[in-house]
C-alpha cells in the first residue's frame, strides 16, 4: 500500500481524536452547557487554524463557493456540535459512539442519491458485519442507554453525513485544509451566538477542563477534521472514507480505559474484533471479491 498517496493513515488519525472527543465531551458537561462547549471548541479550533491560514498566506474562497462552506459549517459544525453535546449529556459516551456510527450507512445512502455511487455487494456485507460488531460491543452487557439524547446524536450524525457530502464537493476546487478551514470558521462563526453564556460558565470550571477542551479543539477539530477532508481528497468514494466510522465505539471503549480506567471487557473485545474484520473486508475485500473464480476455489 502507498502510505504516502492513501486516505486510510488520514482517516485513522481523525477516527482517534473523534473516539477521544466522546470521552472529553462526557467529562467538560458537567461544568458547560451543550453551547457553550460547542462555541469554546470551536473557538480554539478556528484561532489555531487561523495562524496556520495567515502563516501559509492561505487564499480567500471564492463569492460562488461561500453557499457551500457556509452550508459545510452549518452542517458539520453548528448542528452538529450543538445535536452531538445535547445527546452526549443524557448518554454514555459508548452509546454516543455507537449511534454516531451510523454516519457510514447515511453517508452511503446520501452519496447513491446525490453523486451516484455504487457499493458492492461485498462493501454492504462489510457494513452489516461492522454494525453486528457494535451490537456485540454495546447490548452484551447491557450499556445501551435509550433516551430523548438518541434523538439528539441521530440529528448530529445526519449533520455529520451531510457535511461528509459537502466536503467531498469542495475538495475539488480547494485543498483539504483549506475547505475545513474555511468550514469550521463558518461553523464558528454560526456558533458565536453562544460566547455570552461560555463566558459566564467560565469562571465555575476547573483548570483541567480547559485543557480538555483545548484537546478537543486543538486535535479533535482542526487537525482532525483537515485529516478527514484529506482522506475524502484521496478516496474515490465517500464511503471509502465515511465507514471508518465503525470502528469509533471500540476506540472510544479503549480510551475509556486509558483515560478513566475502565477495563475493557469480552464484549468489548469480541464486537471490536468483528469491527475491525468489516472494516477490512470494506476496504481491501476488493481484490478478493474481483478474483476469477478458478482462483476463489483455490484459495
Known amino acids: 500500500m502507498d502510505l504516502k498517496n492513501s486516505f486510510h493513515p488520514y482517516a485513522a488519525v481523525t477516527i482517534i481524536f473523534?473516539?477521544?472527543t466522546y470521552v472529553l465531551t462526557r467529562l467538560t458537561l458537567q461544568y458547560f452547557s451543550a453551547f457553550s462547549l460547542g462555541f469554546l471548541r470551536y473557538f480554539i479550533a478556528?484561532?489555531?487554524l487561523l495562524v496556520v491560514a495567515f502563516s501559509t498566506k492561505m487564499k480567500l474562497p471564492r463569492r460562488a463557493d461561500l453557499p457551500w462552506l457556509i452550508a459545510a459549517g452549518a452542517t458539520g459544525f453548528f448542528l452538529y456540535m450543538i445535536a452531538f453535546n445535547q445527546g452526549q449529556a443524557t448518554v454514555t459516551a459508548c452509546t454516543g459512539s455507537v449511534v454516531l456510527a451510523t454516519v457510514p450507512v447515511i453517508t452511503a445512502l446520501l452519496a447513491r442519491f446525490f453523486y451516484q455511487e455504487r457499493l458492492q455487494i461485498f462493501q454492504w456485507a462489510a457494513i452489516l458485519i461492522e454494525f453486528i460488531g457494535v451490537i456485540v460491543l454495546t447490548l452484551i452487557n447491557g450499556v445501551f442507554s435509550i433516551?430523548?439524547?438518541l434523538f439528539w446524536l441521530f440529528l448530529a450524525a445526519l449533520a455529520l453525513s451531510?457535511?461528509?457530502l459537502l466536503q467531498r464537493r469542495l475538495i475539488k476546487t480547494y485543498t483539504a485544509f483549506q475547505a475545513s478551514t474555511y468550514s469550521i470558521f463558518f461553523g464558528t462563526f454560526l456558533l458565536a451566538i453562544f460566547a455570552p453564556v461560555s463566558i459566564r460558565e467560565i469562571p465555575n470550571a476547573p483548570p483541567v477542563q480547559f485543557v480538555y477542551i483545548a484537546i478537543m479543539g486543538v486535535f479533535s477539530s482542526a487537525i482532525a477534521y483537515a485529516a478527514w477532508a484529506k482522506a475524502f481528497s484521496l478516496a474515490k468514494q465517500t464511503s471509502q472514507v465515511s465507514?471508518?466510522?465503525f470502528i469509533t465505539p471500540f476506540l472510544t471503549s479503549i480510551l475509556g480505559f486509558l483515560i478513566a480506567g475502565e477495563v475493557p471487557d469480552h464484549a468489548t473485545l469480541l464486537g471490536g474484533g468483528i469491527i475491525l474484520l468489516g472494516v477490512f473486508i470494506?476496504?481491501?475485500g476488493r481484490k478478493f471479491y474481483e478474483l476469477p473464480c478458478d482462483q476463489k476455489n483455490q484459495i
Open 243 to 245: 465507514n471508518y466510522m
Open 46 to 48: 478556528s484561532c489555531t
Open 162 to 164: 451531510t457535511y461528509n
Open 18 to 20: 473523534w473516539s477521544l
Open 282 to 284: 470494506f476496504n481491501f
Open 147 to 149: 433516551n430523548t439524547g
